[in-house]
């Protein structure tokens, strides 16, 4: 290390100090100058004439290069860091080794929200430094040219603030057993944040290797980073804790945690595949038993990944930690991964089926990407998608090889792919790889399209090509590229130097250039099948308004899949260039059904009499279709006819085989678009025969799964909650009436909880039911005081169901109090309300006056800010409430990270007005009977 001792951390040559003193002064007015001219141009820029009208419009950025210049590349980083517990700041010094690859007389680098008390050069003259805010550079200005492959050592001190944030060095606090606050300091870098915690070259391509010091508090506190401690030097108060030198690492993947949080640990077994190696998990000391699962779930999974790669995990150490308050789910800093606490935390007193698995679920997913995105990285992040979309379609795999009874993986369909063919649907998506620059623009990417689009496409690619080519690919891609940076490219040459006769890279090309997906259309020939192919869009309207931008015309290369009536099974590819293409059956062959589990990343339409048939087969034997393809029939039936492109007699006349279906993802898809037209109709003239028929259709399902929770059947226990949540949504009455009983029991001794799997139905609905304010009160005091993370969620989730817009009202206002609901849970509080129909006013009037305030307490760089707009809006369907939506933009037109979220949140009005006017009357008649089978039995 560059210093030893404590108080050596603020000392450097009396030269350096004077040099730096007398540039502070030259920075700070140019910084200043610089300011004042950017703002007198946003203002110009931000207002112009259009069409004769003032319209605000954002400030352009395609006119700013928010790229590093590619002169310098640092090597290596020696950081040194103090984070003051008790003050809430920290202070800190670095030296980077920077190799000079371009000649150049300027370092620029990425600084924001630090106070830099001195810049130098070892052996050179700086002649100025300043802090550039639009781009978050940190210019320093050499008096002589840095020469070629010249090796230079950049130094800086530095300090920050801790305190009220959750990105960069931050912050965080929580009540030990004996109701003491106990304060951690943690890090939380990607995308862009690292610069908020030393200055750096934050960029995912500018790798470096990294030497932590870390200061803490002597005692029970101790520090934790990505590497092991190697050294430990007492100061008294004070301790430093040295660690050895990281593997070379992008920026995001630096993390250290100060806590006196415990610790259990296991050894991840390598099985002739490198060495093996430690896995610690940290949690506050009163929850510590709660990362039993976590552990021995990490370690299985982590072999598994071993095996699976066939490449060695770099590190000696693979640690966890459960942090009070984070902003993601999780992150995935190499060789110690952070999650809140109920992404990691345990604990069958507390936690559902449905939490176990979203737990397993995300351990899975982050040590995916301890290869997978921190060993091979993207250049850039245009192709966020090769860490998070892969990571997103391996972490089914991983859960599935440890737990496979728990059928992950027909649950990607239901949690992944068919929530991400909706956004994509919409002319406001995006292709998977697109161009971002701002730091707004990189954090809004971090969306569904590059997650759940990403592994959904990966999903698709694995079944063309075979799972183990495509597994051979993978290990290939690690290998050659391991410690280094990739684009898209680069993983589709692995892929397609394995396989013979098909053009891979041209293939997927036209799916990650371009967004949307197709629908095939099949009709029946004499030959056998012909298919044609056209852009889906879920709202007719759209079609009309969408742009001809991109160079396959919205045409894709389609690897399509089929099982016929004769039970024979088939693929091939359906090129963008084709207009159509055939599958040859004999005239006997009466039916096909396409996208075989559906893997494949589209929908499937069927001419009338094809579609009679599928349902007259699903309803006489549903078990000719598995499960993944009867949930894929349901799924894409009712898509279509939400889109006008299909009766919607068709997926009405399908619900009637539900009486046979019993399995958990079927009635999910089926559930949840029962409960959806529920909403949907609410106001209409056929609301009353809908809620019949829905009923009906559930309760046998109902009275089946009961409320009993079975110990060890985890699926029976996901269907069980499906069904009640839906049929207490529907107003059956027995499940209303169990839910309130259930309620008052627990309210008169809460120390006697309803299963975890049932407390947010029981929760939710007996909060629903009560018309007493003193019960509501009672729960909120229970929320207030409750320490489990999972739990606390399930209560808010409970409050937020009240009848009462005035408790609502009141609810939305405690939220913001950082003691009642913690930052990181606040979206998730305000989203419950506004999901509640007598909330979402209170929710959407609360959200237009504080926006101000909200803005400011988050900042538009907050991506989960910026998508709220579209949850709250979610269900407006008037052409009134659209005129608001559009007037609050045009009132406040900088949207920071919620630019394409405002553009989704018109799209879903204009769609949920369109929806209602073209399928009211379709499904009226229906109901009426003319086509139910529900309806011809008299049993409505």
Request: hydrophobic residues 40%.
């Amino acid at each position: 290390m560059f210093l030893t001792g404590y108080w050596l951390q603020v000392v450097l040559s009396w030269a350096v100090v004077a040099f730096a003193t007398a540039t502070v002064v030259v920075a700070v007015q140019k910084a200043q100058l610089a300011k004042d001219l950017r703002d007198v141009q946003d203002k110009i820029d931000i207002f112009e004439e259009w069409n004769g009208e003032s319209r605000y419009r954002t400030k352009r950025e395609d006119t700013i290069d928010y790229r590093l210049p590619t002169a310098l590349v640092p090597t290596h980083y020696e950081l040194y860091w103090h984070p003051d517990l008790e003050t809430g700041s920290f202070t800190g010094q670095l030296r980077i080794r920077i190799q000079v690859v371009e000649e150049t007389n300027q370092i620029i680098l990425h600084s924001y929200l630090l106070n830099l008390t001195s810049v130098y050069v070892l052996n050179r003259e700086v002649e100025t430094f300043e802090l550039e805010e639009e781009r978050q550079f940190l210019i320093i200005t050499m008096t002589e040219v840095l020469p070629v492959d010249a090796t230079i050592t950049l130094g800086i001190i530095f300090n920050g603030q801790m305190k009220d944030k959750l990105v960069g060095l931050y912050s965080s606090t929580y009540q030990n057993e004996a109701g003491a606050t106990r304060t951690i300091s943690t890090t939380k870098f990607e995308p862009t944040y690292a610069r908020q915690a030393f200055p750096c070259f934050d960029e995912p391509a500018l790798k470096a290797t990294f030497a932590i010091t870390v200061v803490h508090p002597s005692g029970a506190y101790h520090a934790v980073s990505n590497m092991q401690q190697t050294e430990s030097n007492y100061l008294g108060d004070y301790t430093e804790a040295i660690f050895e030198t990281s593997v070379s690492m992008s920026t995001y993947l630096v993390c250290i945690i100060v806590s006196d949080f415990a610790s259990k640990s296991t050894t991840v077994k390598a099985n002739g595949i490198g060495e093996d190696f430690s896995m610690q998990a940290y949690a506050t000391s009163h929850q510590v038993d709660k990362i039993d699962f976590a552990l021995e779930f990490g370690a299985a999974v982590t072999e598994y990944y071993i095996q699976y790669y066939k490449v060695p995990y770099p590190l000696t150490k693979l640690d966890m930690a459960a942090i009070p308050d984070f902003a993601s789910g999780a992150m995935e800093h190499w060789g110690l991964v952070t999650y809140r606490e109920t992404a990691l935390l345990y604990d069958d007193s507390y936690s559902s089926t449905a939490n176990k698995q979203s737990i397993a679920g995300t351990l899975a997913h982050e040590i995916v990407h301890q290869w997978f995105g921190n060993l091979v990285t993207m250049k850039w992040w245009n192709d966020i998608w090769l860490n998070e979309g892969f990571a997103r379609f391996m972490q089914y795999k991983g859960v599935n090889a440890v737990h496979s009874d728990w059928g992950m993986i027909e649950q990607f369909q239901i949690v992944a792919l068919q929530p991400v063919l909706v956004y994509d649907a919409k002319l406001s998506s995006h292709p998977i790889v697109q161009k971002v620059e701002t730091p707004d623009e990189i954090t809004a990417i971090f969306d569904t399209i590059s997650y759940e689009k990403g592994g959904s496409v990966i999903r698709m690619l694995e079944t063309l090509v075979g799972a183990d080519k495509f597994e051979e690919a993978v290990t290939n891609y690690l290998v050659k590229y391991q410690f280094n940076n990739t684009e898209t490219d680069d993983f589709l040459t692995e892929v397609d130097a394995l396989v013979d006769d098909l053009d891979v890279k041209k293939l997927m090309l036209t799916w990650t250039e371009q967004m949307g997906y197709p629908v095939l259309n099949v009709s029946k020939v004499a030959a056998g099948f012909q298919i044609t192919q056209q852009r889906f869009l879920s709202n007719p309207v759209s079609y009309e308004e969408a742009p001809e931008d991109s160079a396959y015309g919205y045409k894709w290369s389609v690897p399509i899949t089929y099982t016929a009536e004769d039970g024979s099974e088939g693929s091939l590819i359906y090129d963008y260039n084709e207009d159509t293409v055939g599958i040859a059956f004999n005239a006997d062959v009466q039916w096909v059904k396409l996208n075989v589990h559906q893997t494949g990343y589209y929908r499937v339409n069927y001419e009338e009499s094809l579609w009679t048939l599928l349902i007259q087969e699903l309803t006489s034997n549903p078990d000719r279709f598995d499960i993944a393809d009867r949930a894929h029939l349901l799924n894409d039936a009712f898509a279509l006819a939400d889109a006008s492109q299909l009766s919607y007699k068709v997926p009405l006349e399908m619900t009637a085989y539900l009486g046979q279906e019993r399995d958990f993802v079927p009635w999910y898809v089926a559930a949840d678009k029962l409960v959806s037209l529920h909403r949907s109709l609410m106001f209409s003239e056929g609301y009353v025969s809908y809620l019949s028929y829905a009923r009906t259709l559930i309760t046998g399902v109902y009275e089946e799964v009961g409320w009993t929770v079975d110990a060890n059947n985890h699926l029976k226990n996901r269907l069980r909650v499906s069904i009640l949540s839906a049929a207490c949504a529907l107003g059956v009455p027995d499940c209303l009436e169990q839910a309130a009983q259930r309620f008052n029991a627990f309210l008169q001794n809460p120390t006697s909880r309803p299963a975890p799997d049932l407390r947010e139905i029981v929760y939710y609905y007996g909060t629903k039911q009560s018309t007493s304010q003193s019960n509501w009160e009672q729960l909120f005091q229970l929320f207030v005081d409750e320490d489990d993370a999972s739990e606390k969620l399930k209560l808010m989730y409970g409050l937020s169901g009240v009848q009462n817009s005035q408790l609502l009202f009141k609810f939305l206002a405690l939220a913001g109090n950082e003691s009642i609901v913690r930052s990181q849970d606040y979206f998730t509080c305000v989203q419950y309300i506004a999901a509640n129909p007598v909330g979402e006013p209170v929710v959407w009037e609360f959200y237009r006056e504080q926006w101000p305030q909200l803005s400011a307490r988050f900042s538009l760089n907050d991506r989960n800010l910026g998508r709220l707009i579209a949850q709250i809006t979610a269900n407006f369907r008037s052409s009134i409430k659209l005129e608001e939506v559009q007037q609050f933009f045009e009132k406040y037109p900088e949207s920071g990270a919620g630019a394409n979220s405002r553009l989704v949140a018109v799209e879903t009005i204009k769609y949920n007005i369109e929806w209602l006017a073209r399928n009211r009357a379709d499904i009226s008649d229906w109901l009426s009977g003319t086509a139910s089978p529900l309806t011809k039995k008299n049993q409505l």
